[in-house]
């Protein structure tokens, strides 16, 4: 019966911009799992009923995002699904999905280094969650004045960085005129404990005034140089050669018809 089922173990939940994954261990033989949602004032919502996976998205039952909430994860057996015993289930660790989730990477969509500034625009990462008119709520329309972002930035080729905070989505910083810059944007909750610091975005860089050494470094032109050696050597010595050839045939040709002309 229901007593001698194996319970779930190493329950975790994977969650990034609200997208929630509750996982476990170990996979079933023999009998099933359901997943139940218990919300501190919300009513119990079952997800992944007698699912043989041992993952489950619960993103759909999680949208009051403010709530606390735990898994209970149900070990249900074939035979017993019409017993109205309660199955043996395990209990997952409280989940707030506000304060939980992992900040995803920003999309840095321009930038720009004009003399001495440097102009930054991003934008926030969606969420699941849908408005009526059919749009996804991005992380700031659900984080509002709690979210901010640091733009960290540093002298290309060098370890001394840099970082502005904003709660716009556009950075404007003071560089140096002629060199270039590298940087990254990275959403942050500074109320939080835990997790406040977001993914942080792909690292992009300028070029302004960037020239070849910069970009491939002195190795490249070692190279370039030996070839352009080897290319003038083969362009001097390749018309030397033929000369010699040509003079050695016509040698060669007049020989033959002294020889001719002896016989």
Request: with cysteine; proline share 5%; aromatic share 10%.
């Amino acid at each position: 019966g229901y007593e001698e089922l194996p319970t779930a173990v190493n329950i975790t939940w994977s969650s990034i911009n609200f997208k929630t994954i509750l996982q476990w261990q170990p996979k079933p033989s023999g009998y099933f799992y359901t997943v139940e949602i218990h919300g501190q004032t919300s009513d119990i919502k079952r997800k992944c009923i007698l699912t043989s996976e041992t993952e489950c998205d619960v993103t759909d039952v999680l949208r009051n995002v403010k709530e606390t909430y735990t898994a209970h994860i149900l070990s249900v057996s074939p035979e017993e699904m019409d017993n109205f015993e309660e199955p043996p289930f395990a209990v997952s660790e409280k989940f707030t999905p506000y304060s939980q989730t992992v900040i995803g990477k920003p999309e840095i969509t321009d930038y720009s280094q004009k003399g001495s500034k440097l102009n930054v625009v991003f934008k926030d990462p969606l969420t699941p969650y849908i408005y009526p008119n059919g749009s996804f709520q991005s992380i700031e329309d659900i984080f509002q004045h709690d979210l901010e972002y640091k733009l960290y930035y540093w002298k290309d080729q060098s370890s001394g960085k840099k970082d502005v905070t904003t709660k716009s989505h556009n950075f404007e910083v003071s560089v140096d005129s002629g060199k270039n810059y590298c940087f990254y944007v990275q959403g942050i909750i500074p109320s939080r404990r835990e997790n406040r610091n977001g993914q942080e975005s792909m690292v992009l860089c300028t070029s302004v005034g960037r020239n070849i050494l910069d970009e491939y470094g002195t190795e490249v032109f070692i190279i370039l140089a030996v070839i352009a050696v080897a290319v003038i050597t083969l362009a001097i010595v390749l018309p030397v050669v033929l000369c010699k050839r040509k003079k050695a045939k016509k040698a060669r040709v007049v020989r033959e018809k002294e020889l001719l002309n002896g016989v």
